[in-house]
């Protein structure tokens, strides 16, 4: 099974604007491996306590609010840096394990591990002589 078949994000800007705050499509990197797949978000500047995840109806999707980049004590005086609110959504096959799915975020990096149902893995069949 190639990844191609396993997971379709969809094709949008990388920047939406909605309620006020702009929304962004985080870069992601997908792999296959025999046992599943993986998937790495970048998510700058999002906390893991704000990070939300949700799997539904084939539908992972991924949502994080950005922390505000100001430095206490000083005053902006002038900001190009734009926060906002990362959002992204993969459809999943059927061949993936969705009650094993496992998630951690490290220095702005989001994995989200997706194991293969037992019966998509690849097995060895023996041969008898």
């Given at each position: 099974m190639s990844t191609n078949e396993t997971i379709a994000a969809p094709a949008t800007s990388r920047a939406e604007q909605t309620e006020g705050r702009p929304v962004?499509?985080?870069?992601?990197?997908?792999?296959?491996?025999?046992?599943?797949?993986?998937i790495r978000c970048d998510m700058p500047g999002v906390?893991?306590?704000?990070?939300?995840?949700t799997l539904e109806n084939k539908q992972l999707t991924v949502t994080?609010?950005?922390m505000g980049q100001g430095r206490e004590g000083f005053e902006t005086l002038a900001?190009?840096?734009?926060?906002?609110?990362?959002?992204?959504s993969f459809g999943l096959s059927r061949d993936l394990d969705e009650s094993a799915v496992t998630a951690r975020l490290k220095d702005g990096v989001l994995e989200i591990q997706?194991?293969?149902?037992?019966?998509?893995?690849?097995?060895?069949?023996?041969?008898?002589?």
């Open positions: 962004f499509v985080p870069a992601a990197d997908i792999y296959e491996t025999p046992a599943g797949i993986l906390a893991e306590q704000d990070l939300e995840i994080g609010p950005q900001g190009e840096y734009l926060t906002g609110v990362y959002q992204r997706l194991p293969k149902a037992r019966e998509a893995q690849p097995r060895r069949i023996p041969v008898e002589a």
